[in-house]
């Protein structure tokens, strides 16, 4: 079956514009996160959706930093202003449900960098 | 606040030879632990899994024990293959929340 898709798989842009990153989780699955990878570090939680509400959002670094999920499935991260230490690559996992033992399983990520 | 640290790559070693990465962690309560594997090219996978001390999480021939007397989860293989090249991630997810917290990887190669 379809994994957790993510689009685009790379994005450039410049200092001070808009982006927004698409995640489609595993269908039926209603937790999901994401998370930002730097160059040679393990990924770090920004967000955790529970249907359709942000049940976490303890790891998103500013307010330039929003994601919706506005029908419970498809997800959107928006960066707003971005800057070059916002290059990374943001990776979106889905669960069936939040529990502890359950499987994240993770997109192929979206490379953002900014110049 | 909880934590993992790996031991630091790149580890490279010949096939076939025994393969041990450090991974120890610092949590309060129980959680549970997970290591991660990301082959060139592709994303994260789960390899395997603990969710209480003294477990064993086992797949595709490797193993790890969850020690909570030691906060450790090492990850071991007895006999690595070429196939095994990749990045491996250390993970927890706390008793009190819903995030995994990885460590920041081990990049291991494996030579013929």
């Known amino acids: 079956g379809a994994g957790v898709s993510q689009t685009p798989s790379n994005k450039v842009t410049e200092k001070g514009k808009y982006v927004e990153l698409r995640c489609d989780p595993i269908s039926g699955h209603t937790a999901l996160y994401w998370y930002r990878q730097s160059l040679g570090q393990g990924p770090e939680f920004l967000i955790y959706f529970q249907g359709t509400g942000a049940a976490d959002d303890s790891g998103l670094p500013n307010d330039r930093f929003f994601a919706v999920r506005p029908e419970g499935s498809v997800s959107t991260l928006k960066i707003q202003r971005t800057e070059r230490g916002d290059s990374a690559v943001y990776l979106c996992?889905?669960?069936?449900?939040?529990?502890?033992?359950?499987?994240?399983?993770f997109g192929p990520g979206t490379r953002l960098t900014v110049l | 606040g909880n934590s993992v640290t790996q031991m630091e790559g790149p580890v490279t070693l010949s096939e076939e030879a025994f393969l041990t990465i450090n991974c120890t962690y610092t949590a309060t309560g129980y959680p549970s632990l997970f290591w991660y594997v990301q082959y060139p090219g592709e994303g994260l996978q789960l390899l395997l899994k603990a969710t209480k001390a003294d477990d064993k999480g086992s797949n595709k021939g490797f193993e790890a024990t969850y020690r909570k007397e030691t906060t450790s989860f090492h990850l071991e293989k007895g006999s690595v293959q070429v196939s095994d090249s990749a990045v491996y991630f250390c993970?927890?997810?706390?008793?009190?929340?819903?995030?995994?917290?990885f460590g920041s990887g081990t990049r291991l190669l494996v030579r013929p």
């Open positions: 996992a889905s669960s069936m449900d939040p529990g502890r033992a359950n499987e994240q399983f």
């Open positions: 993970a927890l997810w706390g008793d009190s929340s819903y995030k995994l917290i």
